[in-house]
Nanobody, 115 residues
Framework: QVHLRQSGGGLVQAGGSLRLSCVASGYIFSTKTMAWYRQPPRKQRELVAVIDSGGTTTYVDSVKGRFTISRDNAKNTVYLQMNSLKPEDTAVYYC?????????WGQGTQVTVSS
């Protein structure tokens, strides 16, 4: 079955960097679009970045120029490099793979940015 295992995250000061990783299994990784979402405290989950099977990326406006989504198909892994972090980036981050009938999610990773 599909499984997404996340790593990375933690506590960082404003202006710092973190990298999140998400290792996928249970399907042909290279053929699927992957995404990162986040859920700030007391807010709804929001889409942060997407990378399709061809490597095309899109970002929410608030992270453009600071975050980079990438994938390594040989390692079945998608990454989210986060630079110039701001306190408002504080959230639980989730990797995601959408299928026609269901979305699969990683376990979530806390990212806390102190001011």
């Amino acid at each position: 079955q599909v499984h997404l295992r996340q790593s990375g995250g933690g506590l960082v000061q404003a202006g710092g960097s973190l990298r999140l990783s998400c290792v996928a299994s249970g399907y042909i990784f290279s053929t699927k679009t992957m995404a990162w979402y986040r859920q700030p405290p007391r807010k709804q989950r929001e889409l942060v970045a997407v990378i399709d099977s061809g490597g095309t990326t899109t970002y929410v406006d608030s992270v453009k120029g600071r975050f980079t989504i990438s994938r390594d198909n040989a390692k079945n892994t998608v990454y989210l490099q986060m630079n110039s972090l701001k306190p408002e980036d504080t959230a639980v981050y989730y990797c995601n793979v959408p299928f026609p009938d269901v979305d699969y999610w990683g376990q979530g990773t806390q990212v806390t940015v102190s001011s």
